[in-house]
């Protein structure tokens, strides 16, 4: 049913029978990331903010196997032991991620693996297809103006930098971009 199942020697390996991640189509599912350090295989040293940073670097090495960034994340749950250090797993969570932010609900365990502070799953859209796909039709440069005929799929919505102008200060004379 699956794609694939994803690893990383940048990422902790399994403690049970799971994957990491798996992918179906353009989903992505990772699975709780601990804050295992990869290369010693044992919980992190610290508290709540550089066992959240650990968690977050080995969500970011799985998302590298397939070419995603964190950006690529669409919903997170955080699984906390203790809900007091949200405000500091907040000040990490908060460097990896830009606006708009990912859904994400927070919920306090009474443990975690390995004696973990934190955990955190997430949900993924890969959307590299549909990027290349949309800079390949709107990188058209000067050939493509707003409701032109030549099929750049600007369309006659008006334009702007949708039609790949090239720059925010040309704009829309007599129904074209870029003049």
Do not use: W
Request: with cysteine.
């Amino acid at each position: 049913m699956f794609t694939k199942a994803i690893h990383s020697n940048n990422a902790p390996k399994a403690i049970g029978p799971y994957s990491p991640a798996v992918k179906l189509g353009d989903f992505v599912y990772l699975s709780g990331q601990l804050p295992v350090d990869p290369e010693t295989g044992s919980i992190v040293e610290g508290g709540v903010q550089e066992q959240a940073y650990q968690v977050l670097k080995n969500m970011e090495a799985l998302l590298a196997e397939m070419n995603l960034e964190m950006r690529h994340i669409v919903k997170t749950t955080v699984f906390m032991t203790d809900l007091s250090g949200f405000e500091l797993m907040n000040e990490i969570y908060s460097t990896y991620f830009a606006d708009p932010y990912p859904a994400r609900s927070t919920v306090e365990v009474k443990a975690l693996p390995k004696g973990a502070l934190v955990e955190i799953e997430a949900i993924v859209i890969d959307t590299l297809l549909y990027e290349q796909q949309f800079a390949q039709q709107h990188n058209h440069g000067d050939s493509c103006g707003c409701g032109s005929e030549d099929g750049c799929g600007c369309g006659d919505e008006g334009c702007g930098d949708s039609c790949g102008c090239g720059s925010e200060e040309e704009s829309c004379t007599d129904g074209t971009c870029c003049g």
